[in-house]
C-alpha cells in the first residue's frame, strides 16, 4: 500500500521560514519524481515545486526550494519569507516518470498539511 505523509506544517508568523516533509512507503521512491501543491480556501490546488527522479527541480516560487532524500524516502519544500497569501493546505503527490506540473498527472497523494502564516 502506497501513502504519502506530509508534516511539518502549522502557525508561523509572517517572514519566518518553515520546512515542510513529505515521506513515502510502498513504494521504490528512488524511481518516482514528487510534486508539492497547495490550495488556498476558495481557491483550486495550484502546483507550487516538484522535483525529478534524478534530483532536477522547479518551483512557480522563488521563495520555495524542494529537495529530496532517496535514503529517508523524504521530499522537503524549503519556505522562506513566508506570506499571509502562502496560508493554505498544502499536499505532496508522486508519479512514477518525469516531473509534471499538472496534478491530474499524479498517481499517488497525500493528506496534506495546513499552513497558516499570521501577518
Known amino acids: 500500500q502506497v501513502r504519502l505523509v506530509e508534516s511539518g506544517g ?5 517572514g519566518d521560514s518553515l520546512r515542510l516533509s513529505c515521506t ?4 521504490l521512491f528512488s524511481s518516482y519524481s514528487v510534486g508539492w501543491f497547495r ?3 476558495g481557491k ?3 502546483f507550487v515545486a516538484g ?3 534524478n534530483g ?3 518551483s512557480v516560487e522563488g521563495r520555495f526550494s ?3 532524500d532517496n535514503a529517508k524516502n ?5 519556505m522562506t519569507t513566508v506570506k499571509s497569501e502562502d496560508t493554505a493546505v498544502y499536499y505532496c503527490a508522486a508519479r512514477p516518470s518525469l516531473l509534471a506540473t499538472t496534478e491530474s498527472q499524479y498517481l499517488y497523494w497525500g493528506q496534506g498539511t495546513q499552513v497558516t502564516v499570521s501577518s
Not at 10 to 14: N, R
Not at 24 to 27: H, I, K, T
Open 10 to 14: 502549522g502557525l508561523v508568523p509572517a
Open 24 to 27: 513515502a512507503s510502498g513504494l
Open 39 to 41: 490550495q488556498a480556501p
Open 44 to 46: 483550486p490546488r495550484s
Open 51 to 53: 522535483i525529478n527522479r
Open 56 to 58: 532536477g527541480s522547479t
Open 66 to 68: 524542494i529537495s529530496r
Open 74 to 78: 523524504t521530499v522537503y519544500l524549503q
